[in-house]
């Protein structure tokens, strides 16, 4: 298969090259979201192109280890005697000498993994390009990782990289009419019903929609993928979680555990771990969103328009959830090879097709005619029980400066969706603590179609079928 989606991203870098002279640039995401491919696509640009790597983390891994293959990437690469591993500089020095006047794209890959147990590697990688690679005016230099927390506060908030990087590429999940590509000539005739199934397993991750067999249904995809022994998802979770975060993969794993059933407070995730509300949690948390497996969403005051210190953190990776929710509970039969049974579609689908929803917020925008300028606060919603206000949960609530409030509803049903979804989301609303002299504008999601009687009550302003999305 080729090259699928990142017009953008690919443009956007074009545009970085031509500005010229040398350019040092970030990319991160989460891992298997084509990182590395797009920057092969891009370095097809260039009459060369070097791509070093760091060894993924494991028992016995140092940082001499991480020079030691540099150094035989070095000699694979150039076809040269593998130099002394002793240090960075010596390294560095080396290969700023193998690439000087050089037309040429360099890649640091996971990053993370190189540097990450070598308290000096930073400073020199700085002194590198100040020193080396910077003279080169047609060397385009991109450090890129998986661990986007390690990089944000290593690289991109240190003194010793300020005013050095020239761009922080942030790669998100395929738009949706990017991953509509990856059925291919059987796109036309498969439903949005069926594309969505699969993509609330996969989420917009490039690297799980290759697996996808557009021959196949989407319940076969999944079993393929999920509920067979070697199925790429199968060990995918535990590998990816180890790679990232090595030793400290199993308190990361128990948050996410915690949180498969829904979102839950910072101290609720506390007290399950059995531990004082900390920096330490925090800063777990913390590493787990910007690595894009969780959203922490903040509520607010609608009357004030002041957000609150309520908050709550929720897995927004739509592959991680289902791995751990139906997946991992099935794992020891799965790899002695039994056959598993495919759970319910409808037990599956809600918070899964949710949370893929809740990912494509600007496409939703777009659709309602938002200008993001004029947007407030936008997010899942929630409003705590007190002697004045019921508790209520909204799945998308976006208030906006014209005194307008859009209440969404996410519904995903093999069925068009029925007329008593008037009554829920009218209770919804009653239970909202509204500001005087707003407007309320509900909003229904779905996939599949709506009865008339919900067309001809007029009770939605917008009903929107996600469908169109993949066009």
């Known amino acids: ?28 995401g989460r891992r298997r979201i084509g990182k590395s491919r797009l920057a092969e696509e891009f370095g097809k640009s260039f009459p060369s192109s070097y791509f070093f790597t760091g060894v993924a983390p494991q028992p016995g891994v140092t940082a001499h280890n991480q020079r030691e293959e540099f150094a035989k990437q070095l000699e694979a690469l150039f076809n040269i005697p593998a130099p002394k591993a002793d240090s960075w500089s010596d390294l560095f020095r080396v290969l700023a000498r193998l690439i000087e ?36 005016s047609d060397l385009f230099f991109i450090l890129s990782g998986s661990i986007s927390s390690w990089i944000e506060r290593n690289i991109l908030k240190s003194t010793g990289f300020l005013g050095r990087i020239s761009h922080d590429l942030v790669l998100r999940p395929l738009s949706l009419a990017c991953c509509n590509l990856f059925w291919g000539k059987y796109g036309d005739r498969i439903s949005a019903w069926e594309k969505f199934q699969v993509l609330a397993v996969t989420g917009g991750v490039p690297r799980y929609l290759e697996e996808v067999r557009p021959e196949l249904s989407a319940q076969e995809n999944i079993s393929k993928l999920c509920f067979c022994d070697g199925g790429l998802l199968v060990k995918e979770f535990d590998n990816i979680f180890s790679d990232l975060f090595a030793k400290k993969s199993v308190i990361y794993k128990k948050i996410m555990r915690f949180l498969v059933d829904g979102s839950k407070s910072l101290e609720e995730i506390c007290l399950f771990l059995k531990r004082k509300k900390s920096g330490v949690i925090s800063n777990y948390l913390d590493d787990l969103v910007t690595a894009g497996f969780l959203s922490r969403d903040y509520t607010w005051l609608l009357k004030t328009q002041t957000e609150s210190k309520l908050s709550r953190y929720r897995i927004s990776d739509n592959y991680s959830r289902f791995y751990l929710k139906h997946t991992e509970p099935k794992k020891m039969p799965i790899i002695s090879g039994a056959k598993i049974s495919f759970p319910s579609w409808d037990g599956i689908m809600g918070l899964q097709f949710e949370n893929l929803v809740l990912n494509y917020r600007p496409a939703i925008w777009g659709l309602l005619g938002i200008n993001p300028n004029e947007i407030i ?25 014209h005194q307008a ?12 969706i029925e007329k008593s979804v008037i009554d829920e989301v009218s209770k919804k609303i009653r239970k909202i603590d509204l500001p005087k002299y707003y407007s309320v504008r509900p909003v229904l999601i779905h996939v599949n179609g709506v009865k008339e009687s919900v067309q001809k009550s007029s009770f939605f302003s917008h009903i929107i079928d996600f469908g169109s999305l993949l066009k």
């Open 1 to 28: 298969m080729g090259f699928l989606g990142r017009k953008k991203e690919l443009e956007l870098l074009h545009q970085i090259r031509e500005r010229r002279p040398s350019q040092l640039i970030v990319m991160r």
């Open 101 to 136: 006047g050089k037309n040429a794209l360099l890649v640091f890959d996971e990053i993370t993994w190189m540097g990450g147990k070598d308290p000096l590697f930073l400073g020199v990688l700085k002194n590198a390009w100040d020193l080396e690679f910077k003279k080169n």
């Open 377 to 401: 606060y936008e997010n899942p919603y929630f409003q705590r029980e007190t002697k004045n206000k019921n508790s209520c949960q909204i799945d998308y609530l976006i208030q906006l400066q």
């Open 405 to 416: 409030i859009y209440i969404v509803e996410i519904k995903f049903s093999k069925k068009e």
